[in-house]
């Protein structure tokens, strides 16, 4: 189905934060605290959108955009895949959440949408993904407070890249350096299909909002600069701590949200269509 499916977000308080970022620190506003919130009901869509969905998009339109088709390939010793470039739409990748688009890009297929439906469809802000990954008790992650994967808790938080980083990865099936990352998402070199982990299911019945891909919001990083945005969500290459619903992050801070783009970031959607669908 090219339309999103959404779900219900109703209107009241939620608990916002605390705010937590581990990256892009001098480019990041202090911190707000944990705090009660109000907004206005809304719609989420129940995943980010796929591969499927944007080609769609490219193939009604004519639209390109910047970033390159990625598909999943076997790596060293069968076990080890990993993410690979590919030069046309892979067929086998239409139900995985779409990445390597702009934040440009994103707000061109919102528009295409918008005119589909004859609806507003638009980016989230960070406070409406929040609340729409968290619901209103301020859990730490979808489904509570658990750590998506409590065996790999003895793992690094964040992981240095570097000749050991890799070596010990061949040397070793389940190294002890950190590989675990994004908890469910452990070892696979990519995203999974959408709605692949069970348990990654916010109160609301909106899927993967931790840990497959990062999302991105119509939020300024820094409310003084209007160039980077913030986006949400961890991804597969992230720790299990950069996918709570409170993490927030700038995928960067020296290339403009309007034209970076990564294998791990995508977005999904939200309306105010007060149930005119």
Not at 96 to 107: I, R
Not at 158 to 179: A, I, K, Q, S
Request: proline fraction near 10%.
């Amino acid at each position: 189905m090219v339309e999103p499916d959404f779900v219900r977000v109703p209107a009241g308080n939620f608990i916002y934060g605390p705010e937590i970022t581990y990256e892009r620190l001098e480019k990041a506003p202090p911190p707000r605290p944990r705090q009660t919130m109000w907004l206005d009901e809304f719609w989420v869509a129940r995943a980010p959108v796929t591969y499927s969905q944007w080609k769609a998009f490219e193939d009604d339109t004519g639209y390109r955009r910047p970033g390159n088709w990625w598909a999943i390939r076997r790596g060293l010793r069968g076990w080890l895949r990993r993410f690979a470039i590919c030069a046309e739409y892979p067929p086998e990748m239409a139900n995985y959440p779409m990445v390597d688009v702009t934040l440009a890009d994103a707000q061109a297929w919102c528009a295409w949408m918008s005119a589909r439906l004859g609806v507003t469809v638009s980016l989230p802000t960070e406070f409406q993904w929040e609340k729409a990954a968290r619901g209103v008790d301020g859990r730490s992650y979808p489904w509570g407070e658990e750590l998506p994967r409590p065996d790999q808790s003895r793992l690094q938080p964040t992981h240095r890249l570097g000749p050991d980083y890799f070596w010990h990865n061949l040397r070793h099936p389940r190294p002890r350096r950190e590989l675990a990352r994004s908890g469910w998402y452990w070892r696979t070199g990519a995203p999974w299909p959408v709605g692949s982990a069970p348990r990654n299911v916010s109160p609301y019945g909106a899927l993967d909002m931790a840990g497959n891909i990062w999302e991105w919001t119509t939020s300024r990083y820094h409310p003084d600069e209007p160039r980077f945005h913030v986006v949400k969500g961890g991804s597969w290459g992230y720790s299990p701590a950069h996918t709570a619903a409170n993490c927030r992050s700038a995928c960067s801070i020296t290339i403009p949200s309007g034209e970076y783009h990564a294998q791990g970031t995508g977005f999904r959607v939200i309306t105010m269509m007060n149930g005119e669908l």
